[in-house]
């Protein structure tokens, strides 16, 4: 039961982080007095860190057989990143912070979601309620960062995300390391073609190719 409910805070305090930096890191970029081709290039960074990382993550976690492990290494390097946004050293610093932020971030969720299969033993009723604590955490930080912006400023955005990040560092490393069995099964790469024979796997795929049209 513990493991469980360290697992619903981290989801938590993961999309509290994301509710924090998605709808108002444009607007503290801008109070930085970055110009839009700068806030446009930060962005397109931290969008493609989101496609790249992933994968590297994965093969790291693979190679290691220790997805928590993974997952840990990856909070802490995407806080001290993201601790460069706490002093104005410029534009190049934010560059240099938000893309390490940005690739070490992406470690997270998809160890966090191994965990959380495997310590719910693939119960998806349990892993709904797990998760929704990720969707709580998204809602309170978009509502109580805007009225915290509204009376201190988009220059308080830094403090309040790393506070989410240091309670997500915290959790992280309450999550107990997975069995090495379970790390082989869990990172065991499945070729594509196999992928494209799983019926949900096209059905998902499908699904976001109608989306994107």
Known sequence: MQTIRT????????????????????????????????????????????????????????????????MRLGAMLATLGWCTTLVDYGYWALLLGLAVYSLCWTAILPQLESAAFYYLRNDTARYSKVRSGGSVGYILLVVGCGVLLEHFGAGALPLAALLFFTADAGLFVAVAALPTAVCRHCCRAAAFSHLMAASAF????????????
């Open 202 to 213: 096209c059905g998902f795929y499908d699904g976001g190719v109608f989306v994107a049209g």
């Open 7 to 70: 697992l619903s805070l981290s989801y938590l305090a993961y999309f509290a982080v994301l509710g924090a930096f998605v709808p108002y890191i444009a607007m503290f970029l801008d109070h930085r007095g970055l110009n839009s081709e700068q806030i446009g290039t930060l962005l397109a960074l931290v969008t493609g860190m989101r496609i790249i990382g992933p994968n590297l993550w994965g093969l790291l976690a693979a190679r290691r057989n220790d997805p928590i492990g993974v």
